[in-house]
T-cell receptor, first 114, second 110 residues
């Protein structure tokens, strides 16, 4: 497809489980972002990649969160030992023009931790 | 003080009304400003960038007030299809990472 693709769209995890969320950006987009969006809130920045380099991970809330983009295309956000407060929609976005601020978002992965 | 503040609303307006939202930011180094639209349970999509001189796109007008550190979005002749959450966003010089507000909910009713 032409847009940003994320999987799974929905994930239910038991507290303490590890989860992995995948993002397939638009082909050729160098910049890739992960955001976390809690209910009723705006997207909160987690981390940013330019190609395979993780240039900013200042938004990751704890060391349980880890992101990678080993070949500069697909990215995975991993959350270890999930907690209830991790329940949110995880949005991935990509762009080929980062200086414009125009991000193309995927539909998100909705994580519910029980 | 939060980096960016928006009134969450909801703003409940009849079709045809004019409605305006503001978004204040605290980082004076902010250089780029945007309005995104997010429909219920959907992803955000860029509505328009906000230029220093203000800009218009059909029924939508965006303005920037650097002195008071806020941006605004004006929607004229509201349509039912305008019902959504409007997120403001900005990025600072040297950083291409947009920071988003919590969004303002707009409900346009018949």
């Amino acid at each position: 497809g032409a847009g940003v693709s994320q999987s799974p769209r929905y994930k239910v995890a038991k507290r303490g489980q590890d989860v992995a969320l995948r993002c397939d950006p638009i082909s050729g987009h160098v910049s890739l972002f992960w955001y976390q969006q809690a209910l009723g809130q705006g997207p909160e920045f987690l981390t940013y990649f330019q190609n395979e380099a993780q240039l900013d991970k200042s938004g990751l809330p704890s060391d349980r969160f880890f992101a990678e983009r080993p070949e500069g295309s697909v990215s995975t956000l991993k959350i270890q030992r999930t907690q209830q407060e991790d329940s949110a929609v995880y949005l991935c976005a990509s762009t080929d023009r980062p200086n414009t601020g125009e991000l193309f978002f995927g539909e998100g992965s909705r994580l519910t931790v029980l | 003080r939060k980096e960016v503040e928006q009134d969450p609303g909801p703003f409940n307006v009849p079709e045809g009304a004019t409605v305006a939202f503001n978004c204040t930011y605290s980082n004076s180094a902010s250089q780029s400003f945007f309005w995104y639209r997010q429909d219920c349970r959907k992803e955000p999509k860029l509505l328009m960038s906000v230029y220093s001189s203000g800009n218009e796109d059909g029924r939508f007008t965006a303005q920037l007030n650097r002195a008071s550190q806020y941006i605004s979005l004006l929607i004229r002749d509201s349509k039912l299809s305008d019902s959504a959450t409007y997120l403001c966003a900005f990025s600072s010089g040297g950083s291409y990472i947009p920071t988003f507000g919590r969004g303002t909910s707009l409900i346009v009713h018949p």
